[in-house]
C-alpha cells in the first residue's frame, strides 16, 4: 500500500508490469498516436476490471457440458453507467462495452477553460430518471485527473439523483495529488482507481510528468 492509498482509503493504485508498460508507452513522446491508442486500450481494461469488483452477484444453477453446477454472474437487476467524460474519457468505450455488455453509455461534455481551469459544460446525456438509486452502479472515466474540478462536477450528476457515493466509481489512468484532493474533500466515499499519482500540476494545470493533452494524443488533434 501507497503513501496515497493509505491517506485515502477508497483510492486504488494499480501497479504491475503491464501497467508499467502501457504508462510507458503512453508518456514517451515519441509514441504516434496509433502507439497511444493500443496502450491506452490495455491498460483501461486492466483499471475496469479492478474498479468492478463492488458489482453485486448472485448465484445461478447451470450445466456444463459434464454436470449441473452454481455459479456466479453479476445481479441483472442493478443499472450499469459508464459515463465517460469527453472526449479524452472515450478511449475507455469500447473495453468496457466488451466487458459490461448490459451497461448504459451515458456521455458528459465538458472542457478546460485554459484560464480559470474551470470546467464548461457542452453534452450532458445522464438526465434521467432514477427510481431505486441504491441499484446504480456509476463507473465516470477520464484519463487524466488533474485538478479534479471535472470530475466533481460528473460526480455531481449522480449523488444529486440521491445514487450512494459508494456505488460511484471514477476511473482514471494518470493522476495528479491535487485532484485526488480535490475529489475525496468533495466526496470522500466514493472509488479511485488510477494507474499513477504523478509529481504536480504545472501553471497551465497539466500533471508532470504526465503525457502531455491526452485527448490530443488519443485522437491525433
Same mark, same amino acid.
Given at each position: !500500500? +501507497?503513501?496515497?492509498? *493509505? ?6 493504485? &494499480?501497479?504491475?508490469?503491464?501497467? $508499467?508498460?502501457?504508462? @510507458?508507452? !503512453?508518456? $514517451?513522446?515519441?509514441?504516434?498516436t *496509433? ?8 491498460l ?12 453485486? *452477484? ?16 453479476? $445481479? ?23 466487458i459490461?455488455? *448490459?451497461?448504459? &453509455? ?22 434521467m ?17 488533474a +485538478? ?5 462536477? =460528473? ?11 459508494? $456505488?460511484? @466509481? @471514477?476511473?482514471? !489512468? ?20 488510477? =494507474? ?14 504526465? !503525457? ?5 494524443? &488519443?485522437?491525433?488533434?
Amino acid at each position: !500500500m +501507497t503513501n496515497k492509498e *493509505q491517506e485515502y482509503k477508497n483510492l486504488k493504485i &494499480i501497479s504491475n508490469p503491464i501497467v $508499467n508498460q502501457s504508462l @510507458c508507452i !503512453m508518456r $514517451n513522446k515519441e509514441t504516434d498516436t *496509433q502507439g497511444v491508442r493500443l496502450a491506452a486500450r490495455k491498460l483501461t481494461r486492466i483499471l475496469l476490471y479492478e474498479a468492478t469488483k463492488n458489482l453485486p *452477484q448472485r448465484n445461478i444453477e447451470i450445466e456444463t457440458p459434464l454436470t449441473k453446477c452454481t455459479a456466479q454472474t453479476i $445481479n441483472s437487476d442493478i443499472t450499469i453507467i459508464i459515463s465517460p467524460i469527453l472526449r479524452a474519457g472515450l478511449i475507455f468505450t469500447d473495453e468496457a462495452v466488451d466487458i459490461l455488455p *448490459q451497461a448504459t &453509455i451515458r456521455h458528459i461534455g465538458m472542457y478546460r477553460d485554459e484560464k480559470t481551469l474551470k470546467p464548461v459544460w457542452y453534452y450532458n446525456k445522464v438526465p434521467m430518471p432514477v427510481e431505486d438509486p441504491s441499484k446504480y452502479y456509476v463507473f465516470i472515466t477520464d484519463p487524466m485527473l488533474a +485538478t479534479g474540478n471535472s470530475l466533481v462536477e =460528473a460526480i455531481k450528476l449522480y449523488t444529486s439523483k440521491g445514487i450512494p457515493q459508494k $456505488n460511484i @466509481c @471514477c476511473v482514471c !489512468m494518470i493522476s495528479a495529488p491535487q485532484g485526488i484532493k480535490t475529489v475525496f474533500e468533495e466526496f470522500p466515499n466514493i472509488k479511485l482507481i488510477v =494507474a499513477a499519482v504523478d509529481s504536480h500540476l504545472n501553471e497551465r494545470g497539466y500533471i508532470v510528468p504526465g !503525457m502531455g493533452d491526452a485527448g490530443d494524443r &488519443i485522437f491525433n488533434t
